[in-house]
């Protein structure tokens, strides 16, 4: 079964795995503002289905996603400054959102680039968990041509990847570069002429764990990278603690004691 959101976006399920599929390919995947909330629709529908461990992000046609599409969007200037708005106790506003509402996921994220990723898009990425690229892929961080910096997560997904200098001269030149330079620039995880197939290898092997563990691991990750010594032992041991009481803990040691392999049931909680 397939979902449309806003005629940009589907959603298709395969034994746990969810493909999310950008799906404007007559201009590129541009960002307008159907596409931005159809990602986070997608986004929302996936995390209310505890029975999915992984999702695969990419794009129709001849690109992942050719950045905001400026032309469609600057007509609306009252829904650019509603969606430059945050609401309530928010930390993102659209903009923001979607891109952030993949770390949000309480499962892995792999992007798989082709084509085009350029700016916003280029931000989307940049917020999966994994990227898989073409060697060919062309990328840019693009908002410089229009004289404006990337603000769609980018300040923190970057700086979890390059040095500042490496952020700041892809920032200020918005020179393109291509999925091996990405790769040794450390801005994409693998580099394939297939990377669909790498995605759902990694994918495959990440379906063979444990789901609360899975997601475990991406909280642990994200709540610890920046913090202090004393507040990653912290986090290591609660989400441990919650692990050790659930059932897919049981289900992992009591087949690991058997030497076969465990059978799974869907995630308990998000972590």
């Known amino acids: 079964m397939t979902q449309t959101f806003r005629n940009r976006v589907?959603?298709?399920?395969?034994?746990?795995?969810?493909?999310?599929?950008?799906?404007?390919?007559d201009k590129y995947n541009g960002l307008d503002f159907d596409m931005m909330e159809g990602l986070i629709d997608a986004a929302k529908a996936v995390k209310k289905d505890r029975s999915l461990r992984v999702v695969i992000l990419q794009g129709d046609g001849k690109a992942f996603c050719a950045g905001l599409?400026?032309?469609?969007?600057?007509t609306q200037p009252l829904k650019v400054v509603k969606g430059f708005t945050k609401y309530g106790i928010k930390k993102t506003n659209l903009f923001q959102q979607v891109c952030w509402c993949w770390r949000e996921l309480p499962i892995p994220v792999i992007a798989v680039l082709h084509g085009y990723c350029y700016g916003g898009g280029m931000q989307i990425a940049l917020a999966a968990d994994f990227r898989m690229s073409t060697p060919d892929c062309e990328m840019s961080i693009m908002e410089i041509k229009w004289g404006l910096i990337p603000d769609m997560t980018g300040t923190v997904?970057?700086?979890?990847?390059v040095p500042m200098d490496v952020a700041k001269e892809l920032t200020m030149t918005g020179r393109l570069f291509k999925g091996e330079e990405a790769k040794q620039l450390n801005l994409v995880t693998r580099v394939a002429e297939n990377p669909l197939e790498e995605a759902e290898k990694l994918a495959e092997a990440i379906k063979t764990r444990s789901p609360d563990g899975i997601s475990a691991g991406k909280s642990l990750f994200q709540q610890t990278w920046n913090a202090s010594e004393s507040q990653a032992f912290d986090i290591e041991s609660k989400l441990q603690f919650k692990l050790m009481r659930g059932k897919n803990y049981r289900r992992a040691l009591a087949a690991g004691k058997k030497k076969q392999a465990p059978e799974f049931v869907d995630r308990e909680r998000d972590y």
């Open 10 to 25: 589907t959603l298709e399920k395969k034994d746990g795995t969810a493909y999310i599929t950008l799906s404007r390919a």
């Open 69 to 74: 599409d400026f032309a469609t969007v600057m």
């Open 157 to 161: 997904t970057l700086r979890e990847l």
